[in-house]
């Protein structure tokens, strides 16, 4: 069936250290992705998406990296702040017409002071 | 910055009961999603709504389900006879009007506990 799937369910870093959250996917048809940040009692914020027919994507302190060869995305974020603690989600959408996303498991990121 | 709103925050209800969870989707989105969250557990999707009907719907989204846009600014999740599984947190999401991939923008949701 299709699922998107964390390989950590938790990362701890440094306040200052760049961070790196990966995330596999299983539906090699899937052609568009999306990086969310859930903050406690708050709904899933939109950080960054790639198209399958990128590999990378650049935002403000994000990195997006997309390979589609062994259906792996990661989250780069440089620089990590307290404000970065939060459960990061990756997101698939399947091919449709819907637009339907499909969810990870999430990983927690703590920051350290 | 244009946001999805949810209400309310908080729904308690016996079980059996009929719940309605409202959502004002951004203004000038036409793609209306509904997702829930069970504790401590990743998003599912359960239905996308598009031009005043369901485009897709997950195996979550019985016939004790139902979504409705009564005008133009609300979006409403049916709960028609709650049970216990359902307590969750419920996300209305939406996206632009230039098509499916776009990012969709969510709510901070409605907690729903079935009592």
């Given amino acids: 069936g299709e699922s998107v799937g964390l390989h950590l369910p938790t990362l701890s870093v440094q306040e200052g250290d760049n961070s790196i959250i990966n995330c596999a996917y299983s539906n090699s048809a899937s052609d568009y992705f999306i990086w969310y940040k859930q903050e406690s009692g708050k709904g899933p914020q939109f950080i960054i998406d790639i198209r399958s027919n990128m590999d990378k994507r650049q935002g403000q302190r994000v990195t997006v990296l997309l390979n589609k060869t062994v259906k792996h995305l990661s989250l780069q974020i440089a620089a990590t702040q307290p404000g970065d603690s939060a459960v990061y989600f990756c997101a698939e959408t399947p091919p449709s017409n819907t637009g339907k996303l499909i969810f990870g498991q999430g990983t927690t990121l703590q920051v350290k002071p | ?115």
């Fill in chain 2, 1 to 115: 910055e244009p946001e999805v709103t949810q209400t309310p925050s908080h729904q308690v209800t016996q079980m059996g009961q009929e719940v309605i969870l409202r959502c004002v989707p951004i203004s000038n989105h036409l793609y209306f999603y509904w997702y829930r969250q069970i504790l401590g557990q990743k998003v599912e999707f359960l239905v996308s709504f598009y031009n005043n009907e369901i485009s897709e719907k997950s195996e979550i989204f019985d016939d004790q389900f139902s979504v409705e846009r009564p005008d133009g600014s609300n979006f409403t999740l049916k709960i028609r006879s709650t049970k216990l599984e359902d307590s969750a947190m419920y996300f209305c999401a939406s996206s632009s009007q230039k098509g499916r991939n776009q990012p969709q923008h969510f709510g901070d949701g409605t907690r729903l506990s079935i009592l």
